[in-house]
Protein backbone atom coordinates (compact mmCIF):
# COMPACT_ATOMS: atom_id res chain seq x y z
CA UNK A 1 0.00 0.00 0.00
CA UNK A 2 1.11 3.84 -0.53
CA UNK A 3 1.69 6.16 1.86
CA UNK A 4 -0.57 9.68 1.49
CA UNK A 5 2.59 11.67 0.21
CA UNK A 6 3.28 8.97 -2.44
CA UNK A 7 -0.16 9.72 -3.73
CA UNK A 8 0.33 13.31 -3.02
CA UNK A 9 3.46 13.16 -5.67
CA UNK A 10 1.22 11.46 -8.33
CA UNK A 11 -1.32 14.42 -8.53
CA UNK A 12 1.98 17.33 -7.77
CA UNK A 13 4.14 15.62 -10.54
CA UNK A 14 0.70 14.82 -12.89
CA UNK A 15 -0.84 18.37 -13.26
CA UNK A 16 0.01 20.34 -16.24
CA UNK A 17 2.50 22.82 -15.03
CA UNK A 18 3.00 24.62 -18.48
CA UNK A 19 -0.78 24.90 -18.87
CA UNK A 20 -0.54 27.01 -15.96
CA UNK A 21 -1.76 24.47 -13.78
CA UNK A 22 -0.73 24.80 -9.84
CA UNK A 23 -1.76 23.14 -6.63
CA UNK A 24 -1.36 24.49 -3.03
CA UNK A 25 -1.48 22.41 -0.08
CA UNK A 26 -5.46 23.14 0.73
CA UNK A 27 -6.04 22.06 -2.88
CA UNK A 28 -3.65 18.99 -2.80
CA UNK A 29 -5.39 17.91 0.65
CA UNK A 30 -9.23 17.63 -1.14
CA UNK A 31 -7.65 15.62 -4.27
CA UNK A 32 -5.54 13.44 -1.89
CA UNK A 33 -8.87 12.75 -0.14
CA UNK A 34 -10.71 12.17 -2.94
CA UNK A 35 -8.07 9.77 -4.14
CA UNK A 36 -8.77 7.39 -0.88
CA UNK A 37 -12.52 8.17 -0.98
CA UNK A 38 -12.14 6.50 -5.10
CA UNK A 39 -10.30 4.16 -4.33
CA UNK A 40 -12.15 2.38 -1.43
CA UNK A 41 -15.26 3.26 -3.74
CA UNK A 42 -14.12 1.49 -7.14
CA UNK A 43 -11.41 -0.66 -6.26
CA UNK A 44 -12.73 -1.67 -2.62
CA UNK A 45 -9.51 -0.45 -0.95
CA UNK A 46 -7.92 2.16 0.14
CA UNK A 47 -5.02 3.64 -1.93
CA UNK A 48 -2.86 4.80 1.12
CA UNK A 49 -2.65 3.31 5.06
CA UNK A 50 -2.75 7.29 6.66
CA UNK A 51 -5.92 8.15 8.06
CA UNK A 52 -7.97 11.19 6.96
CA UNK A 53 -9.22 13.34 9.38
CA UNK A 54 -12.27 16.30 9.52
CA UNK A 55 -10.47 19.39 9.65
CA UNK A 56 -12.29 22.92 9.91
CA UNK A 57 -10.86 23.22 6.17
CA UNK A 58 -12.41 19.90 5.06
CA UNK A 59 -10.67 16.48 4.71
CA UNK A 60 -7.13 16.67 5.75
CA UNK A 61 -3.86 14.36 5.81
CA UNK A 62 -1.90 15.10 8.55
CA UNK A 63 1.44 14.05 7.20
CA UNK A 64 0.85 15.90 3.79
CA UNK A 65 -0.20 18.96 5.71
CA UNK A 66 3.09 18.57 7.74
CA UNK A 67 5.30 18.23 4.64
CA UNK A 68 3.97 21.47 2.79
CA UNK A 69 2.62 23.59 5.66
CA UNK A 70 6.13 25.73 5.48
CA UNK A 71 4.72 26.71 1.70
CA UNK A 72 1.36 28.03 3.31
CA UNK A 73 -1.06 29.06 0.46
CA UNK A 74 2.14 29.27 -2.09
CA UNK A 75 2.34 26.57 -4.84
CA UNK A 76 3.82 23.30 -4.21
CA UNK A 77 6.43 22.19 -6.58
CA UNK A 78 7.32 18.84 -7.92
CA UNK A 79 8.09 16.23 -6.18
CA UNK A 80 11.06 14.07 -6.08
CA UNK A 81 9.13 10.70 -5.18
CA UNK A 82 8.18 8.46 -7.98
CA UNK A 83 5.52 6.27 -6.80
CA UNK A 84 5.24 2.67 -8.37
CA UNK A 85 1.20 3.36 -9.31
CA UNK A 86 -0.92 0.44 -10.95
CA UNK A 87 -2.74 0.74 -13.98
CA UNK A 88 -5.94 0.16 -12.16
CA UNK A 89 -5.23 2.88 -9.59
CA UNK A 90 -3.52 5.49 -12.18
CA UNK A 91 -7.36 4.72 -13.42
CA UNK A 92 -8.80 6.01 -10.36
CA UNK A 93 -6.26 9.15 -10.42
CA UNK A 94 -6.61 10.16 -13.75
CA UNK A 95 -10.58 9.88 -12.69
CA UNK A 96 -9.79 11.99 -9.31
CA UNK A 97 -7.93 14.52 -11.43
CA UNK A 98 -10.45 14.78 -14.34
CA UNK A 99 -13.12 15.51 -12.12
CA UNK A 100 -11.70 17.81 -9.38
CA UNK A 101 -8.46 19.09 -10.49
CA UNK A 102 -10.06 21.65 -12.53
CA UNK A 103 -11.48 23.12 -9.32
CA UNK A 104 -10.03 26.06 -7.14
CA UNK A 105 -8.76 24.77 -3.90
CA UNK A 106 -11.90 27.09 -2.32
CA UNK A 107 -14.99 24.97 -4.48
CA UNK A 108 -13.55 21.83 -2.86
CA UNK A 109 -13.52 23.12 0.09
CA UNK A 110 -16.87 24.08 -0.21
CA UNK A 111 -17.62 20.79 -1.49
CA UNK A 112 -16.45 18.71 0.98
CA UNK A 113 -18.43 20.45 3.15
CA UNK A 114 -21.14 19.70 1.58
CA UNK A 115 -20.71 15.79 1.55
CA UNK A 116 -21.90 12.96 4.02
CA UNK A 117 -18.74 12.04 5.17
CA UNK A 118 -17.16 14.87 6.14
CA UNK A 119 -20.48 17.06 7.93
CA UNK A 120 -21.24 13.75 9.67
CA UNK A 121 -17.91 13.71 11.75
CA UNK A 122 -17.82 17.01 12.00
CA UNK A 123 -20.85 17.85 13.01
CA UNK A 124 -22.26 20.90 14.42
CA UNK A 125 -18.65 22.46 15.35
CA UNK A 126 -17.73 25.38 15.66
CA UNK A 127 -15.11 26.76 12.40
CA UNK A 128 -12.70 27.16 15.21
CA UNK A 129 -12.81 23.67 16.52
CA UNK A 130 -9.47 21.72 16.36
CA UNK A 131 -10.99 18.15 15.95
CA UNK A 132 -9.50 15.87 14.12
CA UNK A 133 -11.84 12.94 14.21
CA UNK A 134 -10.98 10.11 11.81
CA UNK A 135 -13.39 9.98 8.53
CA UNK A 136 -14.37 6.37 8.26
CA UNK A 137 -13.80 4.65 4.86
CA UNK A 138 -16.45 2.19 5.34
CA UNK A 139 -18.32 6.49 5.39
CA UNK A 140 -16.99 7.52 2.26
CA UNK A 141 -17.54 4.10 0.23
CA UNK A 142 -20.98 4.43 1.50
CA UNK A 143 -21.47 8.24 0.28
CA UNK A 144 -19.64 8.11 -3.14
CA UNK A 145 -20.90 4.55 -4.36
CA UNK A 146 -24.47 6.54 -3.97
CA UNK A 147 -22.89 9.47 -5.89
CA UNK A 148 -21.32 7.63 -8.46
CA UNK A 149 -25.12 5.90 -9.21
CA UNK A 150 -26.47 9.37 -9.31
CA UNK A 151 -23.95 10.82 -11.47
CA UNK A 152 -26.94 11.70 -14.26
CA UNK A 153 -28.36 13.70 -11.99
CA UNK A 154 -28.41 17.77 -13.15
CA UNK A 155 -27.79 18.73 -9.62
CA UNK A 156 -24.62 17.19 -9.17
CA UNK A 157 -21.63 20.09 -8.52
CA UNK A 158 -19.17 18.04 -10.49
CA UNK A 159 -19.25 15.41 -13.43
CA UNK A 160 -18.69 12.17 -11.97
CA UNK A 161 -19.20 10.83 -15.64
CA UNK A 162 -15.16 11.61 -16.43
CA UNK A 163 -15.07 9.06 -13.79
CA UNK A 164 -14.70 5.61 -15.68
CA UNK A 165 -14.55 2.33 -13.28
CA UNK A 166 -15.77 0.12 -16.86
CA UNK A 167 -12.73 0.64 -18.01
CA UNK A 168 -11.20 -1.58 -14.70
CA UNK A 169 -14.09 -3.66 -15.52
CA UNK A 170 -13.33 -4.49 -18.92
CA UNK A 171 -9.34 -4.29 -17.98
CA UNK A 172 -8.93 -1.77 -20.49
CA UNK A 173 -6.08 1.13 -19.25
CA UNK A 174 -6.50 3.80 -21.23
CA UNK A 175 -3.25 5.61 -21.39
CA UNK A 176 -3.17 9.57 -22.34
CA UNK A 177 -0.74 10.28 -24.91
CA UNK A 178 2.06 11.92 -23.49
CA UNK A 179 3.54 15.57 -24.41
CA UNK A 180 6.63 16.20 -26.41
CA UNK A 181 8.13 17.68 -23.32
CA UNK A 182 7.25 14.89 -20.89
CA UNK A 183 8.72 11.69 -19.91
CA UNK A 184 6.54 8.98 -17.46
CA UNK A 185 7.82 9.06 -14.35
CA UNK A 186 9.72 5.23 -14.91
CA UNK A 187 11.01 6.30 -18.33
CA UNK A 188 14.13 5.82 -16.61
CA UNK A 189 13.82 2.72 -15.29
CA UNK A 190 11.96 1.33 -18.15
CA UNK A 191 14.60 2.19 -20.45
CA UNK A 192 17.63 0.34 -17.70
CA UNK A 193 15.05 -2.76 -18.11
CA UNK A 194 15.17 -3.13 -21.87
CA UNK A 195 19.04 -2.34 -21.41
CA UNK A 196 19.61 -5.52 -19.76
CA UNK A 197 17.22 -7.63 -21.73
CA UNK A 198 18.97 -6.85 -24.86
CA UNK A 199 22.35 -7.32 -22.94
CA UNK A 200 21.37 -11.23 -21.40
CA UNK A 201 19.73 -11.89 -25.30
CA UNK A 202 22.71 -14.29 -26.83
CA UNK A 203 24.43 -12.06 -29.51
CA UNK A 204 23.61 -13.29 -33.12
CA UNK A 205 26.22 -14.02 -35.21
CA UNK A 206 27.02 -12.29 -38.30
CA UNK A 207 26.78 -13.69 -41.62
CA UNK A 208 29.42 -12.55 -43.74
CA UNK A 209 28.66 -12.19 -47.32
CA UNK A 210 31.57 -11.78 -49.87
CA UNK A 211 32.06 -9.18 -52.30
CA UNK A 212 32.94 -10.23 -55.74
CA UNK A 213 34.27 -7.29 -57.90
Given at each position: ????L????W?????D???????????????V?????????L??????????????HG??????????????Y????????????T???????????????E??????????H????????W?????????????????????Y???F??????????????????????G??????L????????????????????A??????????????
Open positions: MHSADIAAFLNEIRKAGDSITNLKLQKLYYAQAWGVTLGRPLFEESVEAWAPVVDAVYQEYKHLRGTIPRSRRRPRIPQERVVLQGVLAVYGHSAKFLEDLTSEEPWTTIGDRPATSRSRQEIPLPLMQAFRQQDDRDDPRMSVNLKLMRPELLEEIIPLQPPDHHFPVDHDEYVRAVSRDLARPRRRRRIVPVHT
